[in-house]
């Protein structure tokens, strides 16, 4: 059974998306980088999520790298294309996820773990479906995310196709995650039940926040 574990969005070089949930209060976590895939990130941690903005700071090495066939540089240039991604975990430690996939080895896993990556990957019109390693275990005693009151109770992800692919399909069937057909492509992400009754759009993102 697949569980989402976090969400991504495609961006420009450094970010400088992200500095507009710095402006609506959010706490802004530590980043990383990506070795073999030329990406490097900047995250906000949530109570049960985390979203993080993804850019390119090598795009010899995301076009060459152990990376390259998540075809992370024609994503960020296509402006008809989804920039998510959503990032599940397989519940079951002894067997493959159950969904139709390819399985990317990247530098920083010592082998053989790897992503499973949905092979609906080359369509741009879906966000990327990657699934965790079932090996690779969450790590205890973790800090308090910096946003820890704040709850993901729905995710509403858009898409233009009118069908999801099967793959796509599997991973709206994740608990929280519901997929709308037939719209231009936008995450709407809900916390809290939306009880403050407040909304925040970021138009360059394709992102709505609600809490």
Not at 92 to 103: A, N, Q, R, T
Request: with cysteine; proline share 9%; glycine share 6%.
């Amino acid at each position: 059974m697949l569980r989402l574990d976090h969400l991504f969005i495609i961006v420009s070089p450094q970010a400088p998306e992200a500095d507009a949930l710095v402006d609506i209060g959010l706490k802004e976590g530590r980043g990383n980088s990506h070795t073999g895939q030329g990406t490097s990130n900047r995250r906000f941690f949530f109570n049960n999520t985390t979203l993080e903005f993804l850019y390119l700071h090598d795009i010899a090495e995301a076009m060459n790298g152990a990376g390259k066939e998540l075809r992370l540089v024609e994503r960020a240039i296509n402006v008809e294309g989804s920039p998510f991604g959503l990032v599940a975990r397989w519940s079951d430690p002894h067997s493959e996820p159950d969904f139709p996939h390819w399985k990317y080895q990247p530098d920083y896993f010592p082998e053989p773990m790897a992503f499973f990556v949905g092979n609906n990957s080359n369509n741009f019109s879906e966000p990327l479906c990657i699934c965790m390693p079932p090996a690779l275990s969450v790590p205890e005693n973790l800090p308090t995310p910096r946003n820890h009151d704040w709850v993901l109770t729905d995710l509403k992800l858009c898409i233009p196709g009118s069908m999801a692919s099967n793959v796509l399909t599997t991973f709206g069937a994740c608990e929280l995650v519901n997929i709308r057909p037939n719209e231009d492509h936008h995450i709407t992400m809900t916390f809290n039940h939306g009880k403050l009754s407040r909304k925040h759009i970021f138009p360059e993102l394709q992102l709505t926040i609600e809490y």
